[in-house]
């Protein structure tokens, strides 16, 4: 029996990856223009890491961690997210002391979840995410936020809901925390086990439980926003002012919680409103965390961040209709007729790709029928025949597919002759 990939993982074949490096390659243009540097961390890290940033009694921590023993018995785990390995990195590279702050980076890699996989759910998925840290000015809450409007603008999608909500300061959480556990309590008993935890250790994760969404308890809750100090309304009141400066709409949604523990004021998710998406219609999560740094053995440096996945972006885009601009095209796929022709096509087809243009050739000492079908299947823009003839007087037959017509030029002018013409198009 052959071996199968694993379940909630996918290879992506070309024709996709194509798709993706699409994608990469905007969000990666949208934030040189917004100022955002690439950092790379491991793709696992101490077991540790995650328990004391993403939080105890996450579903994360709790049931969808990859976690393993390496040989020296160290508990390591493959990150499910990107956020706490960036600030364990501006930590133990002490960021903190760069004279301009906020620090800015962008990330991008798989990420690890052990999830029940569906449409948009994947147990490996590719995740690209930003992080500013070293500023608490909400103003680079709606830098941010801009940000990722602007990757999903840029690659053409317009049916989105940015969802923001506020989940306070440290004051404010605890006096909700207080309203959601009496809220609660007296009828607990009717809720899930994990809920009953959560009571406990941390309420508010209550109203992001998927199996009790529908209990009657879960719309009465209380509103994180009846609970904001003075402090937290008006940093809110900023965000939302910057985002109506900035002609940037959104849904305030009060229930929006966020699975991560280290959250705190600004909480924000994109959401797919494109027909026929699917279930899971988040495109994007993100929020505030000013606590984290110092969690993590730094300084008190507020921070901000959001991931979306490319999985579901492709999915966004798909459902929306939108027209990939991908161009797949090979420039010029080399016919050599005959065994001295087929020599001289190795030094040809590397001619062309050292100018610049992509060039392939036949390897399967096909007939010439089968050749000129494969440069068709392959979509070259130019086909070059060297057949004895042309061989003979040193020269080359040139199809240009698009056009119809074909020259002759010399063997030596192959590689130029295709590049003008290419760049006359
Ligand atoms: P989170 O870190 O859970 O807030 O997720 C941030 C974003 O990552 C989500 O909005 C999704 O776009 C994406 N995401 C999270 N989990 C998965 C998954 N299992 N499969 C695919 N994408 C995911």
């Given at each position: ?155 053409g999608l317009k049916k989105l809901n940015l969802v923001i909500n506020s989940l306070g300061d440290a004051e404010s959480r ?123 053995g730094g300084p008190d440096s507020p921070g901000i961040g959001f991931a979306f996945s490319i999985e579901r972006f492709i ?111």
């Amino acid at each position: 029996m052959s071996v199968k990939i694993p379940r909630g993982t996918q290879d992506i074949l070309p024709g996709q990856s194509e798709k993706w490096q699409y994608i990469e390659s905007i969000a990666k243009e949208v934030c040189r223009r917004y100022h955002y540097k690439e950092i790379r961390t491991p793709i696992f890290e101490h077991t540790e890491l995650f328990k004391r940033s993403v939080g105890d009694t996450t579903d994360i921590v709790q049931k969808e961690m990859y976690t393993f023993e390496d040989r020296g018995e160290r508990s390591l785990t493959l990150r499910p997210e990107g956020t706490a390995a960036v600030v364990r990195s501006f930590v133990e590279n002490k960021m903190f002391g760069i004279p301009d702050q906020p620090v800015k980076l962008f990330y991008t890699g798989p990420m690890f979840r052990y999830e029940r996989p569906q449409s948009g759910r994947y147990r490996q998925f590719v995740q690209f995410g930003v992080e500013a840290i070293g500023s608490e000015d909400p103003a680079i809450d709606a830098e941010v936020i801009a940000l990722v409007m602007d990757i999903y603008k840029s690659a053409g999608l317009k049916k989105l809901n940015l969802v923001i909500n506020s989940l306070g300061d440290a004051e404010s959480r605890n006096a909700h925390r207080a309203a959601l556990i009496a809220h609660f309590e007296p009828r607990i008993g009717e809720f899930c086990a994990d809920c009953q935890t959560r009571l406990a250790q941390n309420p508010l994760r209550i109203l992001d439980c998927k199996k009790d969404r529908d209990h009657e308890l879960m719309g009465t809750a209380p509103s994180i926003l009846d609970y904001l100090n003075e402090e937290s309304k008006t940093y809110f009141s900023k965000v939302t002012g910057y985002l109506d400066g900035l002609g940037i709409s959104y849904t305030i949604d009060p229930k929006l919680v966020r699975g991560l523990d280290y959250y705190n004021h600004t909480a924000f998710e994109v959401m797919s409103e494109a027909e026929g998406f699917g279930a899971i219609t988040t495109l994007c999560g993100g929020g505030r965390y000013n606590g984290l740094v110092q969690d993590l053995g730094g300084p008190d440096s507020p921070g901000i961040g959001f991931a979306f996945s490319i999985e579901r972006f492709i999915a966004a885009m798909e459902a929306e209709g939108i027209k990939w601009p991908l161009d797949n095209g090979l420039d010029c796929y080399i016919v050599a007729l005959g065994e001295e022709a087929k020599d001289r096509s190795v030094a040809l087809v590397h001619q062309l790709r050292t100018a610049g243009l992509s060039a392939d050739r036949d390897y399967q000492d096909r007939k010439m029928k089968a050749q000129l079908k494969a440069s068709d299947r392959q979509n070259a823009r130019f086909t070059a025949i060297l057949g004895e003839d042309e061989l003979a007087e040193n020269r080359i037959t040139v199809k240009d597919m698009a056009a119809g017509s074909q020259e002759n030029v010399p063997l030596n002018e192959l590689a130029q002759y295709v590049k003008t013409k290419m760049e006359a198009n």
